[in-house]
């Protein structure tokens, strides 16, 4: 079973933190961010990962993450594709057709793939998109249409679901990325009014890691954690 990697990120925003790094290969409790990823895609049965990345990083990946129990298969982009088309370079080099799995390689989620899968496959779509909901960032005030104050709630849950960055995609979405773009501005919400696009529900863990304070909170709870530790093969 094959996964597709994006890890195309430049860690801009995350300043002397990510040590010149790309951002998923920034350490995480001693770890490459990706290397948690990867370990749970080859739990998952994953024997191939294909990763998007920077052209001249190829290396780089390749022994970041080398000896985990999947073959490693870099991808360098001549230029920035965006996400889309990052997608759609990494799937050229597959060596099946069939639902494959999609991810952020800067991301930390404890999604079930194989649940994932089985799902997608299930319905028929032509592609699955794995959602959360997230905290708002702020104490919410709840208030009556006359503007009495009833009480407050400290970061509640929203009440949306957001796009988590990991999907499983069948022929007809990969056929359909873009070759320079953002498929979340163009191919998933053409088959959303098609009808062919599904949402998975992930109510566990969803660390996203884009600033230094992000990856402080990543590594608090890689420390409370030590299950997530990756395994070397």
């Given at each position: 079973?094959?996964?597709?990697?994006?890890?195309?990120?430049?860690?801009?925003?995350?300043?002397?933190?990510?040590q010149?790094?790309?951002?998923?290969?920034?350490?995480?409790?001693?770890?490459?961010?990706?290397?948690?990823?990867?370990?749970?895609?080859?739990?998952?049965?994953?024997?191939r990962?294909?990763?998007?990345?920077?052209?001249?990083?190829?290396?780089?990946?390749?022994?970041?993450?080398?000896?985990?129990?999947?073959?490693?298969?870099?991808?360098?982009?001549?230029?920035?594709?965006?996400?889309?088309?990052?997608?759609?370079?990494?799937?050229?080099?597959?060596?099946?057709?069939?639902?494959?799995?999609?991810?952020?390689?800067?991301?930390?989620?404890?999604?079930?793939?194989?649940?994932?899968?089985?799902?997608?496959e299930?319905?028929?779509?032509?592609?699955?998109?794995?959602?959360?909901?997230?905290?708002?960032?702020?104490?919410?005030?709840?208030?009556?249409?006359?503007?009495?104050?009833?009480?407050?709630?400290?970061?509640?849950?929203?009440?949306?679901?957001?796009?988590?960055?990991?999907?499983?995609?069948?022929?007809?979405?990969?056929?359909?990325?873009?070759?320079?773009?953002?498929?979340?501005?163009?191919?998933?919400?053409?088959?959303?009014?098609?009808?062919?696009?599904r949402?998975?529900?992930?109510?566990?863990?969803?660390?996203?890691?884009n600033?230094?304070?992000?990856?402080r909170?990543?590594?608090?709870?890689?420390?409370?954690?030590?299950d997530w530790?990756?395994?070397?093969?």
């Amino acid at each position: 079973m094959e996964a597709l990697l994006l890890a195309g990120g430049k860690a801009e925003r995350m300043g002397e933190a990510a040590q010149g790094l790309p951002k998923p290969l920034v350490p995480v409790a001693g770890f490459p961010l990706a290397e948690y990823t990867v370990g749970r895609l080859v739990a998952a049965g994953v024997t191939r990962v294909i990763v998007a990345c920077r052209a001249g990083q190829e290396d780089v990946f390749v022994n970041a993450l080398a000896g985990l129990g999947a073959e490693i298969e870099p991808v360098g982009e001549q230029e920035p594709l965006g996400r889309g088309g990052g997608l759609k370079l990494a799937a050229s080099r597959r060596r099946e057709r069939g639902a494959v799995l999609a991810l952020n390689g800067d991301e930390l989620l404890d999604v079930d793939f194989r649940a994932l899968l089985r799902e997608h496959e299930g319905s028929g779509a032509a592609a699955t998109i794995v959602v959360s909901q997230v905290r708002s960032p702020f104490g919410v005030v709840d208030l009556e249409d006359g503007g009495r104050v009833t009480g407050f709630r400290e970061a509640p849950l929203l009440a949306d679901w957001v796009n988590s960055g990991v999907y499983a995609l069948g022929d007809e979405a990969i056929d359909r990325l873009p070759d320079k773009g953002d498929h979340e501005q163009s191919t998933f919400p053409e088959l959303a009014a098609e009808g062919k696009l599904r949402g998975h529900r992930h109510d566990g863990v969803w660390l996203t890691v884009n600033t230094p304070k992000d990856l402080r909170r990543a590594e608090e709870f890689m420390v409370a954690h030590p299950d997530w530790k990756p395994q070397r093969r």
